[in-house]
């Protein structure tokens, strides 16, 4: 009868010591200040999120592909100065070779869009198989501005009638143009 109370208070002793073993090593991991790069700018703290950067912009959060930072040499035409319409049309090419990074980055942008209090409306420059509306330049108003990703020779954006064009040389900078824009409505850049 000894042996099995000794047995019990060693089995107790060995996962009580487990325990506290995990419990210390969790507890040393969330207090050794282990936590993800940040960066500033303009007073704003982005930071490192496995999904991109993350901030918190007039008490809400946003999530970006890329901080102001990397984003700063996009060039914004004068008359692009603010964004203050209620709703946003955003546009492409259904079949640009380039549908995939364009799709990434509208997703991005109306994402943003959204979370600031825009109502995004997205289609195509015409007619399409997912019944999407037709939406281009000249459907732009003061009040519903039009977005158009397309592909180009430069890489810019350009303000024409209310309509703000995207324009990327190549696939891959469709996303910073993106963000480039959603800063610019944030009022970051």
Known sequence: MRRKKER???????????????????????????SSPTTRFNGIKFSSTPLGWQ???????????????????????????????????ITSYDNSSAKQQ???????????????GIFVTQGFTGNNSFNLPVITCADAT??????????????????EDNCIILEAANEHTFLPLADALAYKILGIL
């Open 8 to 34: 019990n208070y060693s089995a107790i002793f060995v996962s009580l010591l487990i325990i506290f073993i995990m419990v210390t090593s969790v507890a040393g991991f969330i207090f050794s200040g282990h």
């Open 55 to 89: 901030a918190k912009i007039d008490g809400k959060i946003y999530q970006f592909a890329f901080i102001p930072s990397e984003v700063n040499f996009v060039e914004f035409p004068e008359s692009l100065n603010t964004i203050n319409a209620p709703q946003l049309s």
């Open 102 to 116: 364009i799709a990434q980055a509208v997703f991005e942008l109306g994402s943003v869009l959204s979370n600031r």
């Open 142 to 159: 003061e009040f519903v501005p039009v977005v158009h990703f397309k592909e180009g020779n430069e890489t810019r954006i350009l303000h």
